[in-house]
């Protein structure tokens, strides 16, 4: 059998870094046939199948799986090598999608320090409430939302969160209140938050008003923007307020308030990812801050 030409197996690595013929031919500066030429062809060469498409996607068959993991570090070394002798500084991008409350109030405040960490990495936060679709999708890493159920996927809680109320200072002074007292204000509510005041009503003993006055928002960052606004009195993660508490900016009002304690935000992407470099120095910072957090 004749040698199988490097070419065909870098344009495969591409294709199956990315998941997607269109994004590796935009890459690589050639057309979609072209690359799927080349696929074709290394296919013929091996005797396997190693693509096959899913809607306009592509995946990769447990032949191609097992060849990708057998090149993929290889392919890396290559890259930084061939970057080195050109006397280049590898710079390598990594793509993470985040809740807007949580790249707005959590990761952005922290994003220097691992810029700092890392120089040779640049990165590109997506701030959405959108599941990632990793088959048709170039991310790397997600900070999902929800309750940590997606099969198929790697998923490792990012933290536990506790949720609190919380106003402007100029609302209600801290501790000033008892619980039942938050009734007499406007609830500030966070329609997608698995915290909600039903549940924190009923662990605090009081019993609702048939009619109260609240306010509702979509997104969490609004919601604790409202409260320190002067709006009324949020009930919302102690994680995702950590700037705004330290500041001074939200309070808890509520003398002797129960705690909801539950893990709400997700680090998830697909098993193959974790043998990516970039990808284990970005969960292993987020593992450090997790630390950093629990011991603070």
Sequence with gaps: MSQVPIRSIWVFHLVARSRSITRAAGELGVTPSAVSQQIQSLETQLGVSLLAKVGRGVVLTEAGE???????????????????????RSVTTLT???????????????????????????????GTNEPTDFNR?????????????????????????SFIPVCSPGLAGPG?????????????HSVKSQAQWPRWLAL?????????????????????????GGMGIALESTLM???????????????????????TQWIVCPRDHLRHKKVRTFLDWLRAERSAGATA
């Design 66 to 88: 097992r060849f990708f993991e057998s090149i993929d570090e290889s392919a890396e070394l290559i890259t930084e090598a061939t970057n080195a002798i050109r006397g280049y």
């Design 96 to 126: 993470v999608r985040a809740t807007p409350t949580l790249s707005n109030k959590w990761l952005l405040p922290r994003l220097e320090q691992f810029l700092a960490a890392n120089p040779d990495l640049e990165v590109r936060l997506d």
């Design 137 to 161: 999708e170039a991310v790397d890493v997600e900070i999902r939302h929800g309750d940590g159920k997606w099969p198929g996927l790697f998923v490792e809680g990012l933290t536990e969160e």
């Design 176 to 188: 000033s209140l008892e619980a039942g007292d938050i009734l007499g204000y406007r609830l500030i």
């Design 204 to 228: 605090a003993g009081v019993e609702p008003r048939e009619r109260w006055r609240r306010v509702l928002f979509d997104r969490s960052h609004m919601a604790i923007d409202a409260a320190a």
């Design 241 to 263: 307020m950590q700037r705004e508490l330290a500041a001074g900016a939200v309070v808890c009002p509520v003398k002797t308030p129960p705690e909801i304690r539950i893990v």
